[in-house]
């Protein structure tokens, strides 16, 4: 198994920026596949990036250009680099993690079995 203990969240104005960190402990084996998710109160929870073993990338369309996702696997901490924020962007931010990447479910839930508690990111305007 893994733990997932994200850190970084916080308020900020817009065209700010922020950076979100994961640190993963246990099996690492488990934490092949990482992603961020955020979800907004009446809202489902959303996919926002996702990140494999070999770095490879993929972006839900509203962050594109704007955030950027990154692990350090030596340090077993996954990163998301959030740039040029907006209003829309104010959410609770969950880092996810499982042993394999399955392509269709990157960007969805169902996709990991690992789940950190949160951190609140809140961009005013």
């Known amino acids: 198994q893994v733990q997932l203990v994200e850190s970084g969240g916080g308020s900020v104005q817009a065209g700010g920026s922020l950076r979100l960190s994961c640190a993963a402990s246990?099996?690492?084996?488990?934490?092949?596949?990482m992603g961020w998710f955020r979800r907004t109160p009446g809202k489902e929870r959303e996919g926002v990036a996702a990140?494999?073993?070999?770095?490879?990338?993929t972006y839900v369309d509203s962050v594109k250009d704007r955030f950027t996702i990154s692990r350090d696997n030596a340090k077993n901490t996954l990163y998301l680099q959030m740039n040029s924020l907006k209003p829309e962007d104010t959410a609770v931010y969950y880092c996810?993690?499982?042993?394999?990447?399955?392509?269709?479910?990157?960007?969805?839930?169902?996709?990991?079995?690992?789940w950190g508690q949160g951190t609140q990111v809140t961009v005013s305007s």
């Open positions: 996810a993690a499982d042993s394999d990447c399955v392509r269709w479910l990157l960007l969805h839930s169902q996709g990991y079995t690992y």
């Open positions: 246990g099996y690492t084996y488990y934490s092949r596949c």
């Open positions: 990140i494999d073993s070999g770095g490879r990338t």
